[in-house]
């Protein structure tokens, strides 16, 4: 069965600084997808990034960036130039095509001004 | 484009009573997903449906949960008779059916108590 480990419960940043959000993952498949999710304190979930495994090109969307070390099964998030916005839970999840996805324990992100 | 969309934002009932969660999905989302996060866990996967169809009921934890989408539009969770053991967010994920990227797009959730 595929299982997400987030290891770091809770992580702070200052702002403006650069922090990594840790994520680890089993699987047998090939092709799959990972997904970074962020929930702030609303409680609507939205999508921050995403990852084919085919790729070899880490993804990026603005200040999010990930390293995807598909022989080590390691996605982690990089957030640059943090901002009070980006506190929030952050999620690391793992699908396949069509299919449901799998969720790591979530990291709680503090920004501090 | 309105979201998906899930009602109530929060409910408090008592151990034995009935609850129904309803899931609107954005429009022409032909997949719907229900997850369940209990306090400090993981998001954890309930079912997937395919337009009317179940195409995996594999996370239901108990017969307790019934959940239906009838004509493939909304969905609803009910979970008949609650335990305390049922409290948690219950989330509500879309997404297109054969869709290019082949992202699931999350409502906010609805907050059950089971007291």
């Known amino acids: 069965a595929q299982t997400v480990t987030q290891s770091q419960p809770e992580m702070s940043v200052q702002e403006a600084e650069t922090v990594t959000l840790s994520c680890t993952y089993d699987?047998?498949?090939?092709?799959?997808?990972l997904f970074w999710y962020k929930q702030p304190p609303s409680r609507q979930m939205i999508l921050v990034i995403r990852?084919?495994?085919?790729?070899?090109q880490n993804a990026t969307e603005n200040r999010f960036s990930v390293n995807f070390q598909k022989a080590a099964k390691s996605f982690s998030l990089k957030i640059s130039d943090s901002q009070l916005g980006d506190a929030a839970m952050y999620f690391c999840?793992?699908?396949?095509?069509?299919?449901?996805?799998?969720f790591g324990a979530g990291t709680i992100l503090r920004v501090k001004s | 484009e309105a979201g998906v969309t899930q009602f109530p934002s929060h409910s408090v009932i008592e151990k034995g009573q009935t609850v129904t969660l309803r899931c609107d999905p954005i429009?022409?989302?032909?997949?719907l997903y229900w997850y369940r996060r209990v306090m400090g866990k993981e998001i954890k996967f309930l079912l997937h449906?395919?337009?009317?169809?179940?195409?995996?009921e594999s996370g239901m934890p108990n017969n307790r949960f019934l959940a239906e989408r009838t004509g493939g539009t909304y969905s609803t969770l009910k979970v008949q008779p609650a335990e305390l053991e049922d409290s948690g967010v219950y989330f509500c994920?879309?997404?297109?059916?054969?869709?290019?990227?082949?992202?699931?797009?999350f409502g906010p959730g609805t907050r059950l108590t089971v007291l």
């Open positions: 994920a879309s997404s297109q059916l054969r869709g290019w990227p082949d992202t699931q797009y």
């Open positions: 699987t047998s498949e090939s092709d799959y997808y």
């Open positions: 990852q084919e495994a085919y790729k070899q």
């Open positions: 999840a793992y699908g396949l095509y069509g299919n449901k996805l799998v």
């Open positions: 429009s022409g989302h032909d997949n």
């Open positions: 449906f395919v337009k009317e169809s179940k195409q995996d």
